[in-house]
């Protein structure tokens, strides 16, 4: 019994050891889990990129209300068919008023005068340039000239251009629309007649005679005689072409002269070869009358040329052609320029915006549509575009005589309107038989100085 108990312990002994020893072994570390690849992402549906919406153009005048006073001339057409594209492009709504030449320059000076701002912008006639600098009723345009000048283009615009409102070296309108005095002539009647263009004066007169038949309803030659600025206007347009001058070296106004005398009596021999009723003619008619197709001839501004192609206005579709107006024999040739600038009144409010209209319609991309719609031009790159040539194959005629302008034959003095205003009545008096031609311009130029006073 000793024994087995003996046993037992030496038994029970031996295991608590053993539990003890495996107690204090070091521990050891448990297997890692197997490595697991990182899970991939959530595939993304491919999504459209969002779409960048144009840039609206700046238009930083939309809303300004301009109002633009102008003659209608052909060039209005032009002015009617491009406005609406200017709105569009720039928010500047433009209100266009037409008017005749005298209600033109009677509500212009009424506006300027009373300080009344009806209008912003204005078609100015090259001769009153000197007037409305002297006075300030447009503003000078240097300053917007010289800050634009990147974009203005300014050595394609034909140089006789700046007489449309240039002044003492300053600019108080920008050229809008350039007219060369040119001959018109019947190209069917002179071969007919076996003639050339005249070159001279003295051809012209020589021409006209011979080809007037008055048994045949048909006239030599078509002239602005009406009392006012048309018979003064084509008056002076001989003066010119015969190497005269309304003022002298100095610049002081020399009417009453034997030269300029001597022109007058030569301009009423003229209207020996006119239509009756010629001493009536006002531009409109004279235009009448040549289109009508009862003229051979006619002395005028280039800006009529096209419409004498136009079916609804014209009998002489496609027997017109034009030529260099004829000068005296012997002179070095000069040729009439005239035309109208666009100025901004002084007193608009809205003068950035007007000068914003100045800038576009002048621009050589607007231009060409300018032209295409009875615009006159102003910049050489228009007078040589190949399209336009084709389509006016009379621009080169145009360019020469631009080439060689003369814009102050009518005087651009601040006095013009003065001028102008004796000569209209006395040599119309001339024309009609009430006045000697020389009574006529010793009458107009003792006018003209008493006006000066």
């Known amino acids: 019994m000793r024994n087995k108990t003996t046993f037992f312990s030496l038994v029970l002994i031996i295991a608590l050891l053993a539990m003890m020893l495996a107690a204090c072994a070091p521990a050891q570390p448990a ?36 109002v633009l006073a102008s003659m209608t001339d052909q060039y209005v057409a032009a002015f009617r068919y491009l406005i609406p594209k200017f709105e569009e492009e720039t928010g500047i709504k433009i209100t266009l008023d037409e008017l005749g030449y005298v209600d033109l320059y009677q509500k212009l000076t009424a506006d300027f005068v009373g300080h009344t701002a009806n209008y912003d912008l204005m078609t100015v006639d090259i001769v009153w340039s000197g007037e409305y600098a002297q006075n300030k009723y447009t503003l000078p345009l240097d300053d917007f000239m010289e800050r634009d000048k990147d974009e203005l283009q300014l050595d394609d615009i034909m140089p006789v251009a700046w007489t449309l409102g240039e002044w003492e070296g300053q600019h ?25 263009p005249p070159k001279t004066q003295e051809e012209l007169l020589e021409y006209a005679k011979m080809l007037t038949k008055p048994e045949e309803d048909f006239y030599g030659i078509a002239l602005l005689g009406a009392k006012g600025p048309a018979v003064a206007q084509d008056y002076m347009v001989f003066v010119q072409q015969h190497g005269s001058s309304i003022l002298d070296e100095q610049g002081n106004v020399a009417i009453n002269t034997p030269k300029n005398v001597e022109v007058l009596k030569f301009f009423g021999e003229l209207f020996k070869y006119a239509p009756p009723g010629a001493t ?43 030529a260099l107006a004829p000068v005296a024999e012997g002179m070095e040739p000069k040729y009439g320029f005239g035309g109208w600038g666009i100025g901004i009144n002084a ?65 651009r003095i601040p006095e013009y309107s003065i001028i102008q205003d004796a000569l209209g009545t006395t040599v119309n008096a001339y024309l009609v038989g009430e006045m000697t031609a020389e009574e006529a311009l010793e009458q107009a130029q003792a006018q003209v100085e008493a006006a000066l006073k």
Do not use: H
Not at 173 to 182: I, S
């Open 31 to 66: 297997e890692p889990p197997a490595e697991q690849p990182p899970a991939e992402p959530p595939a993304q549906q491919p999504t459209e990129a969002p779409k960048e919406e144009p840039a609206a153009p700046e238009k930083p005048f939309a809303g300004t209300e301009l």
């Open 172 to 196: 108080w309108a920008y050229p809008l629309a350039g007219y060369a005095n040119v001959l018109n002539y019947r190209k069917d009647v002179f071969a007919d007649a076996g003639l050339e």
């Open 347 to 411: 007193d608009s409010e809205n003068a950035e915006a007007a000068w914003e209209f100045i800038k576009w319609l002048t621009s050589p991309e607007v231009q060409k549509d300018w032209i295409l719609n009875d615009g006159a031009p102003i910049r050489r790159s228009t007078l040589e575009d190949p399209e336009l040539n084709e389509k006016f194959p009379w621009f080169p005629v145009l360019l020469e005589s631009f080439e060689k302008g003369d814009g102050d034959y009518r005087p």
């Open 280 to 322: 009536d003619y006002w531009w409109d008619q004279r235009e009448t009358a040549f289109r009508s197709g009862n003229v051979a001839m006619m002395e005028g501004w280039s800006i009529a040329r096209a419409g004498y192609e136009n079916p609804d206005i014209s009998s002489v579709v496609g027997k017109v052609d034009i």
